[in-house]
């Protein structure tokens, strides 16, 4: 109550003041008002202002601004606590990438027991119509050589050409100066499967015994010969039998059992048997 009284008084004294200055200038002739009007504005403009001032800040007024220098606060903080959110979650996708490739690891060294064999996931990869090859993260310090087979979860993948102390690069059986002696899995007949320009999921065999019976979908494998592959790789399955005039010419299309586009993780044979 004493408060609005207050604000009350304040009120009635800039209304005194303006009406003495309406009255003063009401007398004043018209060619000097110009020049009282200049004085109002310097002078008593600035007191009535800062009058203004002083009510609205007695009556409670200012707390508008109050409230808008809050909120700024408050949006900084929500922002900086978004941000240290952001990269919560930024290290927890960083985790599960990481325990997802290790589960990937263990299932692959599970699948093939029989090998000694080290992990490694792809840092760069060259697919084209050409030269089909990958780089692998590890190199001459993991013990990585050349002509060593290189597989992945679902079968083959290629075999080491070069290394450096921390990389090597794989030769995929897709490029097309890849050839593998390999084995039809329920006839037991040997062929030869190359890489081809087809695209970057066929493989075609060639080397076909006359006699052999050829199906859609037998599964191909590798035969252990030629000092690279172990036998009995997975390599893919038939998907298309071409007949030629020659029977000896004829060949097949063979769809890779890796998918070299998705491909992320490997294992490198290193040509030790576990014992």
Do not use: C, W
């Not at 408060?3 to 004294?13: D, L, S």
């Not at 707390?63 to 408050?74: I, Q, W």
Request: without cysteine.
């Amino acid at each position: 109550m004493y408060k609005n009284r207050k604000t009350g008084i304040i009120g009635v004294i800039i209304t005194i003041v303006i009406l003495i200055l309406v009255v003063i200038l009401s007398n004043t002739d018209i060619k000097e008002i110009s020049y009282l009007e200049n004085i109002f504005n310097s002078i008593v403009m600035p007191i009535q202002n800062g009058l203004t001032y002083l009510k609205n800040k007695i009556a409670g007024n200012d707390s508008f601004f109050v409230e808008m220098d809050t909120l700024k606060a408050e949006n900084e903080d929500l922002k900086k606590k978004n941000s240290e959110l952001e990269q919560s979650l930024r290290e927890l996708e960083i985790i599960k990438s990481e325990n997802d490739t290790l589960k990937e690891y263990v299932n692959l060294k599970d699948k093939y027991p029989e090998y000694q064999t080290i992990p490694a996931y792809i840092i760069n990869r060259d697919i084209n119509n050409y030269t089909k090859t990958i780089v692998i993260n590890i190199g001459e310090k993991d013990g990585i050589k050349p002509d060593m087979a290189v597989i992945a979860d679902q079968g083959l993948v290629g075999h080491v050409i070069s290394t450096t102390e921390n990389t090597a690069k794989v030769q995929t059986i897709i490029d097309t100066s890849t050839s593998i002696s390999s084995l039809i899995s329920t006839s037991r007949e040997a062929i030869v499967v190359n890489g081809t320009l087809e695209d970057n999921s066929t493989l075609r065999a060639t080397y076909i015994p006359t006699d052999a019976t050829l199906l859609e979908n037998d599964n191909i494998e590798t035969s252990g010969l030629g000092g690279i592959y172990p036998k009995g790789i997975h390599i893919g399955t038939i998907k298309q039998i071409v007949n030629t005039k020659n029977s000896i010419d004829r060949y097949a299309y063979i769809q890779t059992a890796v998918d070299f586009e998705k491909l992320e993780t490997v294992l490198v044979i290193t040509n030790e048997k576990e014992e």
